[in-house]
């Protein structure tokens, strides 16, 4: 298909995630002859602009797939679920930010700076990793070309816009309640973040991790091709709007690559800005990442516990790289190689 002809739609064009993807697809110009914006009923009466024009909001159903020709979904994964035969049907390719499908054998988990050719073996849907992965993997992958890496150890601080739109504004009006003297009230996520943090939000499985965990975890082991690599992780939730951070020991299968040969594949890595500065004391902050396409990385150092191991320091846009710049990205990838 041409890349004037696409037929373009968001669902979930309401929330965090694809009020971001509008932002995107206007940013990059991506190539779309029409545009559509679904979301639920709720919404109705709304619209989202997108390149100088307003789109009102449609209620999504089973029906539009067939006058579509990709459809890029932020909406949960029961609405992934509801609508992928739909889609599949209606010949409209599908790529999804939910988890839903993502671990299917005939799915491919894609970050196009490290996967982009599995997007080749695409059956209709193609999903976008947990965004925990994607901050992780985008400093993990340049690093593990230098020497293979035996196992990872990764703790994170994440950002409440995981949780979409109604947590954004939540931690607004906690710490709103909390500075005026009032018991800020959790409704959305399950405790007070503001002034707070605790244990992401996610059910605890029978190995005692809970959802977001094991999600980076299988995940990273799909994309990296690498289902030997030894991970474990604690995910945690911290009273920041919109990028998470994450801590990184990586251990290798031989001797660890000198800082210097780290530091330069990490630079010439595309959608990786190096933020190091050690006399400065100025290393990646969720601030900083905020808003922005790379991924910052840095206290990038030998771990002195383990002569094999390296320490470093992650900070990225959830919203962008995290999830809508890594599915409008798949999008491009698929334009530019004819592959739908
Ligand atoms: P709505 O705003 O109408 O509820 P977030 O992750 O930020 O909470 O956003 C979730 C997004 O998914 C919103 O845009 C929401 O729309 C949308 N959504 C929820 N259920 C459906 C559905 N059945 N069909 C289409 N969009 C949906």
């Known amino acids: 298909m041409h890349k004037d002809h696409i037929r ?3 669902v979930g064009a309401t929330g ?3 009020t971001e993807m509008f932002r995107i697809l ?12 679904f979301a639920s009923e709720r919404s109705v009466g709304k619209t989202i602009r997108c390149k100088g024009k307003a789109y009102p909001i449609e209620v999504a159903t089973p029906e539009v797939f067939k006058d579509l020709d990709i459809a890029l979904f932020s909406a949960g994964s029961e609405t992934t679920k509801l609508f992928r035969d739909a889609a599949k049907k209606g010949g409209c390719l599908i790529i999804d930010n939910s988890s839903a499908f993502r671990m299917e054998r005939d799915v491919p988990l894609v970050i196009p700076e490290i996967n982009g050719d599995d997007i080749k073996a695409h059956k209709g849907l193609i999903a976008v990793p947990n965004c925990s992965a994607i901050v992780m993997l985008m400093a993990v992958c340049p690093i593990s070309k230098l020497s293979p890496i035996k196992r990872i150890v990764v703790s ?23 500075v005026a003297g009032k018991q800020p009230v959790a409704k959305v996520l399950p405790h007070q973040i503001a002034f707070n943090l605790f244990s992401h939000n996610t059910a605890i499985n029978e190995a005692g991790y809970n959802g977001e965990e094991w999600k980076l975890i299988h995940e990273s082991k799909k994309i990296l091709h690498n289902d030997s690599l030894a991970i474990t992780a604690t995910c945690v939730r911290v009273p920041v709007m919109r990028a ?4 990184v020991n990586i251990e290798f299968k031989d001797a660890r690559p000198t800082l210097e040969h780290i530091h330069k594949a990490l630079a010439e890595f595309p959608g990786v800005k190096v933020v190091d500065d050690r006399e400065n004391n100025y290393f990646p902050m969720p601030l900083d990442a905020s808003g922005k396409d790379d991924i910052l990385v840095g206290r990038i150092r030998n771990d002195i516990s383990n002569p094999k191991a390296i320490d470093l320091f992650v900070s990225g846009d959830q919203l962008r790289k995290g999830a809508a710049l890594d599915a409008v990205q798949i999008a491009e990838y698929l334009v530019k190689n004819d592959l739908f």
């Open 26 to 37: 206007e940013q990059r110009n991506f190539p779309f002859a029409s545009l559509r914006a």
């Open 156 to 178: 994170t601080y994440q950002a409440v816009s995981g949780a979409g739109a109604k947590a954004l504004a939540e931690l607004e009006e906690q710490t709103q309640d909390f």
């Open 8 to 10: 373009l739609a968001v």
């Open 16 to 18: 965090a995630v694809g």
């Open 244 to 247: 998470h951070s994450e801590s």
